[in-house]
């Protein structure tokens, strides 16, 4: 009887102890996220043909058991910090908790919108009767070529109490095989210097986006894999202070960071989204992303250019991804002197499709203001496609760097497009008839599926059924479901 009873507990520590992980694409995703049962997670490169193993773009691998890039913690009544890592209420034992024995749904992969998602209750009653809720989503989507981890913190006070609340994102960087991942900002110059913005001193607001490099970020030619964390495209939300620095240096930060931290060997980055007064019942959303950056183009000339972006637009979720979308331009000044007037103009005559996003605007100057012989200075443009193509397409856009009397001038680049005429299977209900009513509460369903494109895997078609007691969400491989002489039936497993 002891044998048994040893293996039936440790089983149970085993199973309650395994992470999860989901790809982009099953089969030729571009990035990856993996979670533990405490909501602490990874981000990563999948294996693919060049590369059989997984590369990091966060400390550990996204694939290993106990995950451990990132994590999260609140700040609630400017009192106490509540994380989901173990280490920040080591560190400050009087003024932190830490939310795993509160954690009602550990880290589960959802099939059907294709994330991982965990929820805590924290605050006063861990069962939630007068608590806060907090829910994660990490969802990996492609961008082109390219893909990154959309990061979304749910936030609800469900409590009879009004509570202000803070939020700080810790990211552990490993870029490849770098441990010490130099991190870059536009206008902010490759250093290996701590930074904190905003920065009145240098007049740096907090960056749009950063970038980690696994190799040299000033050299054009490096294949080394880059990272990027966009802040401000629109739905993530612009965190109001943001620091990169020694990871170590990073994690001994309460809220208020020092003003000047040592220069980091052990690179990491913290974000920090200021406290909000909630009511009950209220809720707010915290979103960002990280993931792989987009490829990377340069083009020689007395100010050289080095642009970022998508190169091919994807349809998923019949919406064309990455829309809208940054292109992100870095000018080297390969004059023989300071320049104090470096500008950039993009050129859309010959595209069909791409506009300028709302706000933005076609000729912007570069940052900073003075850009030094052989330094670099940064620009950005977001773009979208309002009326995406029904057909896949190509668009061409260029780029011009200036001062009054000095230019490059790049060749066209080319934008793909895959066409967005697949809207996806068609469903029609042959049983009950449309528009009738059973009385039956086991009413088996048939129906016909119609998919025009003859090579859809069927194991990935989803159906959601809405019945009186709320909506069934399934795929082909749950029982309920089954084919037969082409036609599927739905079984319910319980009156409807």
Not at 10 to 24: C, E, Y
Not at 450 to 458: A, Q
């Amino acid at each position: 009887m002891r044998v048994f009873t040893i293996a039936f507990v440790l089983m149970a520590f085993i199973m309650s102890g395994m992470a999860v992980w989901i790809d982009s694409d099953p089969d030729s995703g571009h990035i990856g996220v993996g979670a533990g049962p405490d909501g602490q997670f990874s981000i990563g490169v999948p294996p693919n043909g060049d590369y059989p193993y997984v590369r990091e773009l966060l400390h550990s691998s996204y694939r290993h058991p106990s995950p451990e890039g990132a994590f999260f913690s609140l700040w609630v009544d400017s009192s106490v910090v509540y994380s989901n890592s173990a280490i920040i209420p080591f560190m400050f034992p009087d003024s932190a908790s830490y939310i795993d024995g509160h954690n009602v749904v550990p880290t589960i992969l959802d099939p059907i919108n294709s994330w991982l998602h965990t929820e805590w209750f924290i605050v006063a009653d861990p069962f939630g009767n007068d608590s806060i809720r907090v829910t994660q989503i990490l969802q990996p989507i492609e961008t082109g070529g390219s893909g990154t981890v959309v990061m979304k913190w749910i936030i609800h006070n469900q409590s009879s109490n009004t509570h202000d609340i803070g939020f700080m994102l810790y990211l552990d960087t490993k870029v490849g095989v770098s441990d010490t991942a130099i991190i870059v900002a536009p206008g902010v110059p490759p250093s290996d210097s701590s930074r904190i913005f905003p920065d009145p001193l240098h007049s740096w607001e907090v960056p749009p986006y950063w970038e980690a490099f696994e190799g040299d970020p000033t050299d054009t030619l490096d294949d080394g894999l880059v990272a990027r964390s966009v802040l401000t495209l629109p739905p993530n939300t612009p965190p109001d202070r943001i620091a990169f620095g020694d990871i170590h240096d990073l994690l001994g930060t309460y809220w208020e960071p020092e003003v000047s931290m040592p220069r980091y060997h052990d690179s990491g980055v913290m974000a920090w989204w200021y406290p909000v007064t909630m009511p009950p019942d209220t809720t707010i959303i915290i979103q960002t992303s990280y993931g792989l950056a987009d490829s990377t183009a340069s083009i020689a000339g007395i100010y050289g250019m080095r642009l970022s972006f998508p190169h091919n637009l994807v349809v998923r979720g019949c919406e064309l991804r990455p829309n809208p979308f940054s292109v992100t331009v870095g000018v080297t000044n390969n004059s023989d002197s300071t320049v104090h007037d470096l500008r950039v103009r993009i050129d859309l005559t010959e595209s069909d499709y791409c506009t300028l996003a709302f706000g933005e605007v076609y000729d912007k100057p570069v940052t900073p203001a003075s850009v030094a012989e052989g330094a670099m200075g940064f620009t950005f443009f977001d773009l979208e496609i309002p009326d995406p193509p029904l057909v896949t397409h190509v668009d061409h856009f260029r780029f011009e760097a200036y001062t009054t009397d000095s230019f490059s001038i790049s060749p066209l680049f080319n934008l793909g497009m895959q066409g967005t005429d697949y809207i996806g299977p068609e469903a029609r209900t042959i049983e009950p008839l449309w528009g009738t009513i059973t009385s039956d509460p086991n009413q088996i369903i048939k129906m016909f599926i119609r998919d025009e494109d003859s090579s859809v895997d069927t194991m990935r078609i989803f159906f959601g059924f809405i019945t009186a007691a709320g909506t069934l969400y399934a795929d082909i491989r749950y029982p309920e479901l089954s084919f037969r002489d082409d036609t599927l039936y739905f079984e319910p497993p319980e009156p409807l």
